[in-house]
């Protein structure tokens, strides 16, 4: 145990104890709880985007997988980037416009229907505990490195100070925890890349030539189709990357912490911008980390590939390094957390109890009490289940809440917007056939049943597709279109009145 590590963990610690201490204080009702009273400028809830966006996976799962599989790794990278368009284009002034604290208002917004609330909310759990699991995976993985702990120690330890900044901080505290992480990570990662072409003298060619020869990979490093040889099922993945952003819970509901729909349009680009500038450096993190560090080692710590980049800076900077990469990536994680936390017991405790329960009668403080129970009960569910996914790369897992979003809540965001014919039933119907079918295909497929050490569970898939959203995406469209012309509900006076507002705020 690194005395350094040691200390830098627990300055991260201190400091964001402070930041919801500070923020606790402001927090006394469900809209500060919820939205942070709605006053962060553009830049801040940009810096706070990129902050809840680049998460475990991003710094610590595409680092990974860039130095084990190489070009196949980058595929995360430019997925995740590209999503911001959609984002941009499609999804941030509309949600802004028609919702008030979750995705589901947005939704009711056109449904006044209980029911299309009540599967939205669910959608944002699920969705929500599958991005959890990937943190606390890495998180897991990253404190049994450092200090020796086993995964499960390590894994309760993280679950118990996220359950802290959500509960007494709220938003506010998230937002901010958020902000801190996002410029410590950028400042990390730009430390490591530049060390890493320093090695390379600054040349890029030089380092793609040395990579031919420094991994078991040899030249194939370089090449596409050493994780995914199947073309399929790069598409696959790559179309859950691309569409899922826009449909991500803790990412939507960013945009109600800002005053109007200009500031949410303008913190998309300046989050944009700082999560490009991430990604291209994932490369040199993912390069420098097969090439100093080499596959072997970066597996006989952990099997999906996860502790790359720590081991990069222990190899290349020494302990201190080491130590502050690794409470960076700790940083990483609590900030992810905090968010998905808090988006999925803001879904419980305003759409599902506020709404359904208690039909928009609950008290401001009723609502605000349930909110922090629902929080300790997602952290609770989300532990029980990361104990069980060790084995697992936190990229691969964050990739499927990606599909799970851009199957179950995609759909419905954009023909809410978009699509005059579209009723309750086709609501209902394409958020629970996307969710259930990508839920299905996960659990038949080669990640939860392969070989032994390699999978969850011993046996044979019925998929060979690690991603579904080949699949489970198209049906999530299809069953949105099906339920609506199977259904004789017209809702075309509303949709005018959703339109106009969606588009001008008026």
């Known amino acids: 145990m690194s005395p350094t590590a040691v200390i830098l963990f627990?300055?991260?610690?201190?400091?964001?104890?402070?930041?919801?201490?500070?923020?606790?204080?402001?927090?006394?009702?469900?809209?500060?709880?919820?939205?942070?009273?709605?006053?962060?400028?553009?830049?801040?809830?940009g810096l706070a985007i990129a902050g809840d966006y680049m998460s475990a996976a991003s710094f610590l799962g595409i680092a990974g997988?860039?130095?084990?599989?190489?070009?196949?790794?980058?595929?995360?990278?430019?997925?995740?980037?590209v999503a911001y368009l959609v984002v941009l284009y499609?999804?941030?002034?509309?949600?802004?416009?028609?919702?008030?604290?979750?995705?589901?208002?947005?939704?009711?917004?056109?449904?006044?229907?209980?029911?299309?609330?009540?599967?939205?909310?669910?959608?944002?759990?699920?969705?929500?505990?599958?991005?959890?699991?990937?943190?606390?995976?890495?998180?897991?993985?990253l404190i049994k490195l450092l200090f020796g702990f086993n995964y499960y120690t390590s894994v309760l330890i993280v679950g118990i100070l996220m359950t802290i900044y959500v509960v007494f901080g709220g938003m506010r505290a998230t937002s901010w925890v958020q902000i801190t992480k996002a410029v410590l990570l950028m400042g990390g990662t730009l430390i490591l890349s530049l060390i890493v072409l320093a090695k390379f003298n600054f040349s890029i060619s030089e380092m793609f030539t040395?990579?031919?020869?420094?991994?078991?990979?040899?030249?194939?490093?370089?090449?596409?189709?050493?994780?995914?040889?199947?073309?399929?099922?790069?598409?696959?993945?790559?179309?859950?990357?691309?569409?899922g952003t826009a449909?991500?819970?803790?990412?939507?509901?960013?945009?109600?912490?800002?005053?109007?729909?200009?500031?949410?349009r303008s913190s998309v680009v300046s989050a944009t911008w700082v999560i490009g500038i991430f990604y291209v450096m994932t490369l040199f993190l993912g390069f420098g980390?097969?090439?100093?560090?080499?596959?072997?080692?970066?597996?006989?710590?952990?099997?999906?590939?996860?502790?790359?980049?720590?081991?990069?800076?222990?190899?290349?900077?020494?302990?201190?390094?080491?130590?502050?990469?690794?409470?960076?990536?700790?940083?990483?994680?609590?900030?992810?957390v905090t968010g998905l936390v808090l988006s999925a017991a803001s879904a419980f405790s305003h759409d599902f109890y506020g709404q359904i329960v208690r039909k928009g009668k609950a008290t401001d403080k009723e609502e605000l009490k349930i909110a922090r129970f629902a929080s300790i009960g997602v952290a609770v569910l989300s532990i029980i289940f990361a104990l069980f996914a060790q084995k697992l790369n936190v990229a691969f897992l964050v990739s499927i809440a990606f599909a799970v979003a851009a199957s179950a809540n995609l759909p419905v965001i954009l023909f809410t917007v978009y699509w005059k014919r579209f009723n309750t039933t086709g609501a209902i119907v394409g958020m629970l056939s996307g969710l259930v079918s990508c839920i299905l295909l996960?659990?038949?497929?080669?990640?939860?049943?392969?070989?032994?050490?390699?999978?969850?569970?011993?046996?044979?898939?019925?998929?060979?597709?690690?991603?579904?959203?080949?699949?489970?995406?198209?049906?999530?469209?299809?069953?949105?279109?099906?339920?609506?012309?199977?259904?004789t509900q017209r809702d075309d006076v509303k949709y005018t009145e959703i339109n106009v507002k969606a588009n001008t705020g008026m």
């Open 289 to 336: 980390a097969a090439a100093f560090v080499g596959a072997k080692d970066i597996t006989a710590i952990d099997k999906g590939g996860n502790m790359a980049a720590p081991l990069l800076a222990k190899a290349l900077g020494g302990d201190f390094l080491f130590a502050f990469i690794s409470a960076v990536a700790f940083a990483t994680i609590l900030a992810v």
């Open 247 to 264: 449909g991500l819970p803790h990412i939507l509901t960013r945009f109600y912490t800002v005053k109007n729909a200009a500031t949410a």
């Open 65 to 81: 997988t860039i130095a084990l599989t190489g070009f196949d790794g980058f595929f995360y990278s430019l997925g995740f980037l």
């Open 442 to 487: 996960v659990a038949v497929g080669p990640n939860i049943w392969g070989e032994a050490g390699k999978a969850i569970l011993v046996g044979n898939p019925l998929i060979n597709l690690a991603n579904p959203g080949i699949i489970s995406i198209p049906l999530g469209f299809l069953g949105a279109y099906i339920g609506t012309m199977l259904s």
């Open 210 to 243: 040395q990579l031919k020869t420094a991994t078991p990979l040899k030249e194939a490093f370089l090449n596409p189709g050493n994780k995914y040889k199947i073309p399929v099922e790069t598409l696959s993945l790559n179309l859950a990357l691309v569409l």
């Open 90 to 141: 499609l999804v941030a002034e509309p949600l802004r416009n028609l919702g008030k604290y979750t995705m589901a208002d947005m939704i009711a917004a056109r449904f006044a229907n209980q029911n299309v609330r009540g599967v939205a909310a669910l959608n944002t759990i699920t969705i929500s505990i599958f991005y959890m699991i990937a943190q606390l995976v890495g998180a897991g993985a």
């Open 10 to 45: 627990l300055c991260i610690i201190l400091l964001t104890m402070i930041i919801t201490y500070y923020a606790a204080k402001k927090t006394d009702s469900s809209s500060e709880f919820y939205t942070g009273g709605g006053g962060l400028t553009g830049w801040q809830n």
